[in-house]
């Protein structure tokens, strides 16, 4: 069992910065493949960023790559976002997520994580 609570989010304005942070209970956060989601108001949940249990392979979705980095210290059992030049189309609630792998590779679909934070919301306005 693994439980997730997320931090970080809050107001700001198009441009800005935030670094979410998604902390992890449980000894064998390294043994999970964690990644990020995100929901709009009226849109469906969407697969934003993924690292892999080592943190050496990432991937992410178009519309945030070279904005967004994910990252993880497994020393920490923290997951981190770092957003950069945000806009108004980023403002959702973001969710981590866990999956215990095998492997060392990404998870990008999120019917294949099996631990969800609470959330915790961006907004992106002037």
């Known amino acids: 069992q693994v439980q997730l609570v997320e931090s970080g989010g809050g107001l700001v304005q198009p441009g800005d910065s935030l670094r979410l942070s998604c902390a992890a209970s449980g000894r064998t956060f390294s043994s999970y493949a964690m990644g990020w989601f995100r929901q709009a108001p009226g849109k469906e949940r969407e697969f934003v960023a993924a690292i892999s249990r080592s943190g050496g392979s990432t991937h992410y979705v178009d519309s945030v790559k070279g904005r967004f980095t994910i990252s993880r210290d497994n020393a920490k059992n923290t997951v981190y976002l770092q957003m950069n030049s945000l806009n108004p189309e980023d403002t959702a609630v973001y969710y981590c997520?866990?999956?215990?792998?095998?492997?060392?590779?990404?998870?990008?679909?999120?019917?294949?994580?099996?631990?969800w934070g609470q959330g915790t919301q961006v907004t992106v306005s002037s």
């Open positions: 997520a866990a999956r215990w792998l095998f492997q060392d590779n990404v998870v990008v679909t999120g019917g294949d994580y099996s631990y």
